[in-house]
């Protein structure tokens, strides 16, 4: 068993809150990086066992307080949505820089960080050219380009051993997705954007 503490940021979020149930039904130590507005309905059973660190990505000396006694980091908070592409930016790259920036002044405690991307990073593919994990990126939306800027702060700016993923759509609970499907259900649509090329 890895019994190096791991911190998840963005723990109280719909990806976050599964990934501490994961961490901890595999018995690992862990802290948690939250705001103190967040809402932890999720985590709430959770927060007992897990070292808590309140914070946030403006605040450096909080990021720096809440790498303490941590070997690992999972870097799940981000942005999906926001009223303009600059908060989308604020949160996915400029939080992601100040985390690297932190994480890197907490070496060689810290071994490994793990950032939680996204497909939207990426280009999209067709039937007959799937997308590849070595194609050039081309992210179609402002979500997707901010996602990459924050994959670019981890690859060209962290100092430690790092892993990037880029999680498809998450749906299960999640409302966004269960607006889509009750739209699909009532047919009020038939072929999803994208559908059909060849
Ligand atoms: N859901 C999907 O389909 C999907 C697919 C691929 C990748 N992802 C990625 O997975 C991660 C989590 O997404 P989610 O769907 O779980 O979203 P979510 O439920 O909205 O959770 C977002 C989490 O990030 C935190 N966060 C957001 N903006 C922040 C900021 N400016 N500063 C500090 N913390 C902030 C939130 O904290 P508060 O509660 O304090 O706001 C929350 O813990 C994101 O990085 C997203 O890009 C999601």
């Known amino acids: 068993m890895n019994s190096m503490r791991v911190l998840l940021t963005g ?16 018995g690992r130590e ?11 309905r999720f985590i709430a059973g959770h927060l007992p066992h897990v070292a808590v660190r309140y914070g946030s990505f403006e605040d450096e000396a909080s990021l720096r307080a809440a ?21 989308l930016f604020r949160a996915n790259q400029g939080g992601t820089r100040r ?11 810290i071994r490994r960080l793990v950032l939680v991307s996204s497909l939207a990073a990426g280009r999209s593919g067709t039937r007959a050219a799937p997308a590849r994990e070595e194609d050039p990126p081309e992210p179609l939306s402002a979500y ?35 607006r889509l499907f009750r739209a699909a259900a009532a047919r009020w649509f038939q072929s999803l954007a994208g559908a059909g090329r060849s």
């Open 99 to 109: 985390l690297v920036e932190a994480v890197n002044e907490a070496r060689p405690a």
């Open 11 to 26: 723990a109280n979020g719909f990806v976050g809150s599964h990934i501490l149930d994961r961490l901890r039904a595999e």
């Open 30 to 40: 862990c802290a948690v990086l939250l705001r103190r507005q967040g809402d932890t």
């Open 144 to 178: 997707g380009r901010s996602k990459l800027a924050g994959e670019r702060e981890v690859t060209q700016g962290c100092r430690c051993e790092y892993t990037v993923l880029r999680p498809v759509g998450v749906w299960a609970q999640d409302r966004e997705f269960l």
């Open 67 to 87: 790498l303490e006694g941590v070997g690992e980091v999972i870097h799940c908070a981000g942005a999906t949505k926001a009223l303009a592409a600059e908060g």
